[in-house]
């Protein structure tokens, strides 16, 4: 694998009963690339997520991440080396602060996460508050995390993740449930932490003004298939990929 590419996937199958959820698909990801995964509800871009973090197994295949063939292991595993998903719906813990979120998250990344003895609120306070700086909810780093506004919840979501150092985040519609302007802000913030901290990016969006607009390369999905992978001009200008999904979207 050459070495400036930091995911590679091979033939990824999986069955749901009679459901071939995705088909035989395979693709590499160069370091540093954000790279959006675009299709129909049901394409398989979630399960194929899924399949590149070990959420759920492949019937065949194989996923390899930074030279090292990751599949089958244990999602915790995974995450120790450096490859972290944040969902649809915010993982948070809506009861605790945002501090408290990220200091677990940290906490965890520092092999602390099974001991018994109890957290003092200044154990990794700068690596905390330096990642809330990074996502812009420092000042709400004493609120009850349930009581703030979606937005901030994403933020805090992504916050959660970087605690975790990832070479590789994968974010599942990142812009769901914002509104347009927090989107575009929210997604320049993506950018902005995948430039300064290094790391490279998968996302599913559905919304494709957000997708031409951030994404470096676009993969297409079709009923579990990889149906192209281009750059947004070459995905617009697809003719096949036009009448399989964009439709008028892409004029």
Known sequence: ??????????????YFGAL?????????????????????????????MDLICNRTTPNSGKV????????????DKIVKKGMCKCFQITQIFRDLTVYENVQISRINMNKKAYSFLPVKQSY?????EQIL????????????????????????????????EPRLLILDEPAAGVAREEAYTLMDLIRQLAQKRHMTMLFIEHDMEIVFNYADEISVMSEGALIAT???DEIKNNEFVKKAYLG???E
């Open 1 to 14: 694998m050459s070495d400036n590419i930091i995911l590679k996937a091979e033939g990824l199958n999986r």
């Open 20 to 48: 071939h959820a995705t088909k035989d698909v395979s693709f590499e990801v160069p370091d540093g690339q954000m790279r959006a995964f675009i299709g129909p509800n049901g394409a398989g871009k979630s399960t194929l």
């Open 64 to 75: 390899t991440f930074l030279g090292e063939d990751i599949t089958g292991l244990a999602p």
């Open 124 to 128: 990794l306070r700068d690596e905390v």
């Open 133 to 164: 700086e990074m996502v812009g909810i420092l000042d709400k780093m004493n609120t009850v995390s349930g009581y703030m506004s979606y937005g901030d919840q994403r933020r805090l979501d992504i916050a959660i993740a970087l605690a975790m």
């Open 230 to 232: 281009g750059t947004p």
């Open 248 to 250: 008028g979207m892409a």
